[in-house]
């Protein structure tokens, strides 16, 4: 079955360390992998996806991802955390034998002046 | 450029009254997708459809009906409101190419009563 996970509720940072979000996945075909971000009261903004071949995405607002396929995972990056990276961050996976996309959980980033 | 739009923004139902939430797209998107988003859940799918006339059931399809007569338009229904409906619905919409993201409505808070 089509799943994702993000272990992690909450992510604390102070601004200017890096962050790192984390996501697994488990597909029976091949996975589209997706991140996105939500500020409050707002929809689900593109963050960025992974393309085949290339493990290192670069995405919007300095934000990179990491594929690791041995691992299933697709960890969110980002070399220097600002306070306005502070939202909830959604990772995604659409399975190409099913047509569904799937989130998981989210996990709220935090980042402290 | 509108991208997805929902109608209505807020609503207050009492239980057992019967609602349609509107998902409008103006990308000419093959692939429609209905979300409730609940605290500590993230966002699960309720159902989807993959073109005009076709749906099908995502993760949690109990309570909800859904309808795609038109391409830009995917419907949801609820026919006998529960409190355990309250939720913030978004709907989205994608290419049918799997590694293409998807776009999101700013999203329905509806409180059953």
């Known amino acids: 079955a089509q799943s994702v996970a993000q272990p992690e509720d909450q992510v604390n940072v102070a601004e200017g360390n890096p962050l790192t979000v984390k996501c697994t996945y488990s597909?029976?075909?091949?996975?589209?992998l997706f991140w996105y971000v939500q500020y409050p009261n707002r929809g689900l903004q593109f963050l960025l996806k992974?393309?085949?071949?290339?493990?290192l995405v670069k995405g919007s607002y300095g934000f990179e991802a990491e594929f690791n396929k041995s691992q299933t995972s697709f960890h969110l990056k980002k070399p220097s955390a600002l306070v306005s990276d502070s939202a909830l961050y959604f990772c995604?996976?659409?399975?190409?034998?099913?047509?569904?996309?799937?989130f998981g959980t989210g996990t709220r980033l935090q980042v402290f002046p | 450029n509108a991208g997805v739009t929902q109608t209505p923004k807020f609503r207050v139902l009492k239980t057992g009254q019967s609602m349609t939430l509107l998902c409008a797209q103006d990308?000419?998107?093959?692939?429609m997708y209905w979300y409730r988003q609940d605290p500590g859940m993230g966002l699960r799918l309720i159902h989807y459809?993959?073109?005009?006339?076709?749906?099908a059931k995502g993760e949690v399809p109990d309570g909800y009906n859904v309808s795609r007569l038109k391409k830009q338009n995917f419907l949801l229904g609820l026919e006998s409101a529960a409190p355990s409906q309250t939720s913030v619905y978004f709907c989205?919409?994608?290419?049918?190419?799997?590694?293409?993201?998807?776009?999101f409505g700013q999203g329905t808070r509806l409180t059953v009563v």
């Open positions: 459809s993959v073109g005009e006339g076709t749906t």
């Open positions: 990308m000419n998107h093959e692939y």
């Open positions: 992974y393309i085949t071949g290339d493990n």
């Open positions: 989205a919409s994608s290419s049918n190419f799997p590694n293409t993201e998807a776009f």
């Open positions: 597909v029976s075909g091949n996975p589209y």
């Open positions: 995604a996976v659409r399975d190409d034998s099913t047509d569904k996309l799937i």
